[in-house]
């Protein structure tokens, strides 16, 4: 199984400022990687596949890169709305995986 | 709209049964696989299995296998999940979301179990 390990676990963020997340592979997942966005009490929305395609409305101000075991999830300049819970996907391979999470709160 | 909408939230004592839906609208249901995420209070989000409607086939998450059973009925276009005697370590939100190259989007509004004696 392929673990996903996400860093930080907290990220305390002024707004405006840009957060830069980190989501790491145990072996190889190529770009099969996505991110997902979760608002307390909501279900999970997708914002990047293939590990730097946005999702379908989602705002140019979230950008993703990396390839391989490395991964990053970059948001320009935080929004009120962005602080939320943010985990990553892999799905080069059986079972699929996420990580942990990494909650985004505003300092 | 692609939309799926899940069944209500549920309270069941151990050894109960419980199955929950996860009804699609707005896309050619057939077409897109459905997988099942489990999220336990205050934790991270866990992939416990993906059904194909079009031929019913299905992989479970190792974690997963055996504890759980999910099906579909492609004539209502609607999805399960089910136990059959629950445990009050499945206490948790199970979502359901739509799948086309094994990512999620969109997903169900989620169904909170609760389990307990």
């Known amino acids: 199984e392929i673990v996903m390990t996400q860093s930080p676990a907290t990220l305390s963020v002024f707004p405006g400022e840009r957060a830069t997340l980190s989501c790491r592979a145990s072996q190889s997942v190529s770009r099969y990687l996505a991110w997902y966005q979760q608002k307390p009490g909501q279900a999970p929305r997708l914002l990047i596949y293939?590990?730097?395609t946005r999702a379908t409305e989602i705002p140019a101000r979230f950008s993703g890169s990396g390839s391989g075991t490395e991964f990053t999830l970059t948001i320009s300049s935080l929004q009120s709305e962005d602080f939320a819970l943010y985990s990553c996907?892999?799905?080069?391979?059986?079972?699929?995986?996420f990580g942990q999470g990494t909650k985004v709160e505003i300092k | 709209e692609v939309q799926l909408v899940q069944s209500g939230a549920e309270a069941k004592k151990p050894g109960e049964s419980l199955k929950i839906s996860c009804k699609g609208s707005?896309?050619?249901?057939?077409?897109?696989?459905i997988g099942w995420v489990r999220q336990m209070p205050g934790k991270g989000l866990e992939w416990m299995g993906i059904?194909?409607?079009?031929?019913?086939?299905?992989r479970y998450s190792p974690s997963f296998q055996g504890q759980v059973t999910i099906s579909v009925d492609k004539s209502i276009s609607t999805a399960y999940l089910q136990w059959s005697s629950l445990k009050a370590s499945d206490t948790a939100i199970y979502y359901c979301a739509r799948s086309a190259a094994n990512f999620f989007d969109p997903w169900g509004q989620g169904t909170l179990v609760t389990v307990s004696s």
């Open positions: 996907q892999q799905y080069n391979d059986w079972p699929l995986t």
């Open positions: 059904i194909y409607p079009a031929d019913s086939d299905i």
């Open positions: 293939g590990a730097s």
């Open positions: 707005g896309y050619s249901f057939n077409n897109y696989r």
